[in-house]
T-cell receptor, first 113, second 113 residues
Framework: QKEVEQDPGPLSVPEGAIVSLNCTYSNSAFQYFMWYRQYSRKGPELLMYTYSSGNKEDGRFTAQVDKSSKYISLFIRDSQPSDSATYLCASPLISYNTDKLIFGTGTRLQVFP | DTGVSQNPRHKITKRGQNVTFRCDPISEHNRLYWYRQTLGQGPEFLTYFQNEAQLEKSRLLSDRFSAERPKGSFSTLEIQRTEQGDSAMYLC???????????FGDGTRLSIL
């Protein structure tokens, strides 16, 4: 079992839809959670960074963390064609030496006009 | 803040050749990470530097791989005797400190003929 599981999609939605992207994780040591957006042939771009359970909102994006069920979500409101990308969830595995990120496989999102 | 810079963006080489990639992190970021990403997968951790010290290496980093960060600024990743399986996107990230967000460059895409 991977430490971070993510449905690879693709997820195809019409413009203006509310998008829900989800990840589950198995390692109770994970404390921080990130969502990255990655366009084709580009590096991951940080969207959201959360620590505690609950919701964090930034513009059209809302990140939700439920540590009791080890479930994290990213909601995109009023989705736009420019949101078409791969969305990666990640958590740092923190040890004495490092805080390397453990990623899910990514969910490919396509928003059509 | 010019972001994380990686060069070259794309490298095509024949099997058996040596290749070297360069990463320039965000200035004043003392942590630097290398990841590898293959098609349809999330990035996987390779190695990590705090200033000039290489503090962790993944099992993915065979003895053909070597990374340096000689003055605690830019870093290089060298692959000797490249193999087909080395074809991937090599991503560099940097952060300001522990548990701080990691910011990625646009990667170097390696293609082995």
């Amino acid at each position: 079992q991977k430490e971070v599981e993510q449905d690879p999609g693709p997820l195809s939605v019409p413009e203006g839809a509310i998008v829900s992207l989800n990840c589950t994780y198995s390692n109770s040591a994970f404390q921080y959670f990130m969502w990255y957006r990655q366009y084709s042939r580009k590096g991951p771009e940080l969207l959201m960074y959360t620590y505690s359970s609950g919701n964090k909102e930034d513009g059209r994006f809302t990140a939700q963390v439920d540590k009791s069920s080890k479930y994290i979500s990213l909601f995109i409101r009023d989705s736009q064609p420019s949101d078409s990308a791969t969305y990666l969830c990640a958590s740092p595995l923190i040890s004495y030496n490092t805080d390397k990120l453990i990623f899910g496989t990514g969910t490919r999102l396509q928003v059509f006009p | 803040d010019t972001g994380v810079s990686q060069n070259p963006r794309h490298k095509i080489t024949k099997r058996g050749q040596n290749v070297t990639f360069r990463c320039d992190p965000i200035s004043e970021h003392n942590r630097l990470y290398w990841y590898r990403q293959t098609l349809g997968q999330g990035p996987e951790f390779l190695t990590y530097f705090q200033n000039e010290a290489q503090l962790e290496k993944s099992r993915l980093l065979s003895d053909r791989f070597s990374a340096e960060r000689p003055k605690g600024s830019f870093s290089t990743l060298e692959i000797q005797r490249t193999e087909q399986g080395d074809s991937a996107m090599y991503l560099c990230a940097s952060s300001f400190g522990p548990n701080q967000p990691q910011h990625f460059g646009d990667g170097t895409r390696l293609s082995i003929l």
